[in-house]
């Protein structure tokens, strides 16, 4: 049996307002956010694209239908690529989460499945494109709505540290270690 192709979607989009400024862009050990979550994606996937931005030369795809439906319309433009492309699934995370776990696949595995304390975090089957564009027509916008129409397993995943304030970023310390 073959493994399924993976399409990893850094969901970058948002306007970051409790953050203060761009927060992909803030700096860990010299680094950009977004480019620690990259990096934590790259090896687990066959493709990594960015969604809702430009960056460092990766594949850039955008929400659907359009900017500013939240999450689940940058999930609906990487779910929507990833199918049109051959891709089976799109691991999806956010790039306000630098330490993803390096068995993130493996335990999300099969998909559906989400993070159940960052829905945002996931594994999507493409055939879930349908459901996804109802939610968004429907005016829902929750992931959760999502992962529940489409049957997704909750998987809990301790030591996530997701990134909306300065303050988040100021207790990660180097880079891979938390301050207390």
Not at 71 to 93: C, E, H, I, M
Not at 105 to 131: C, D, I, K, N, T
């Amino acid at each position: 049996m073959t493994r399924p192709r993976l399409l990893g979607a850094i969901l970058a989009g948002g306007e970051a307002r409790r953050f203060g400024s761009d927060k992909a862009l803030a700096s860990i050990g010299g680094r950009a956010m977004i480019d620690h979550v990259a990096a934590r994606l790259l090896p687990l996937v066959d493709k990594l694209a960015v969604v809702g931005r430009d960056h460092g030369g990766l594949l850039r795809i955008d929400d659907a239908p359009r900017p500013g439906l939240g999450p689940l319309g940058a999930l609906l433009g990487a779910v929507r690529y990833a199918a049109s492309a051959g891709f089976d699934a799109v691991l999806s995370a956010p790039c306000d989460m630098p330490l993803l776990p390096h068995d993130l696949v493996a335990r999300l595995r099969p998909a559906p499945a989400y993070v159940a304390q960052h829905p945002v975090v996931g594994l999507w089957p493409v055939s879930a494109e349908h459901m996804l564009s109802e939610l968004l027509a429907s005016d829902i916008r929750a992931v959760r709505a999502f992962a529940d129409r489409c049957a997704a397993r909750a998987v809990g995943i301790d030591a996530l540290v997701n990134v909306n304030r300065v303050g988040d970023l100021e207790a990660l310390g180097p880079i891979g270690h938390r301050t207390r």
